[in-house]
């Protein structure tokens, strides 16, 4: 099935670290972009990072540079954000997308498919 599976939310004290995963069929994989989003409380939903799967070639919203990752591979037909030095801003569930757009407007663009959603929650 073509579905977007994330894994790896959960709670952590500020300045920890999470990683999310992000596992999909070859079909969407293959689409060419994958990224991962996310939507605080009362927010819309923002791009955080987004990665060619092709070339691997990354992009970051200003808000994470330096702090997240993002990366794929290509076997299991996933992506996986690693999130270091957490702040309490980055409180939001984080959603993966995949799509045949662009990363550096995070895959937005026709028929955007969405995973359900993981929860980060960063406590001060």
């Known amino acids: 099935q073509d579905q977007l599976v994330e894994s790896g939310g959960g709670s952590v004290q500020a300045g920890g670290s999470l990683r999310l995963s992000c596992t999909t069929s070859?079909?969407?994989?293959?689409?060419?972009?994958m990224a991962w989003y996310r939507q605080a409380p009362g927010k819309e939903r923002e791009g955080v990072a987004a990665?060619?799967?092709?070339?691997?070639?990354?992009h970051y919203a200003d808000s994470v540079k330096g702090r997240f990752t993002i990366s794929k591979d290509y076997v299991k037909s996933s992506v996986y954000l690693q999130m270091d030095t957490l702040k309490p801003e980055d409180t939001a569930i984080y959603y993966c997308?995949?799509?045949?757009?662009?990363?550096?407007?995070?895959?937005?663009?026709?028929?955007?498919?969405w995973g359900q959603g993981t929860q980060v929650t960063v406590s001060s």
């Open positions: 070859p079909y969407m994989y293959r689409r060419g972009c």
């Open positions: 990665i060619y799967t092709t070339s691997g070639a990354p």
């Open positions: 997308a995949a799509s045949g757009g662009v990363a550096e407007t995070f895959c937005r663009g026709l028929n955007v498919q």
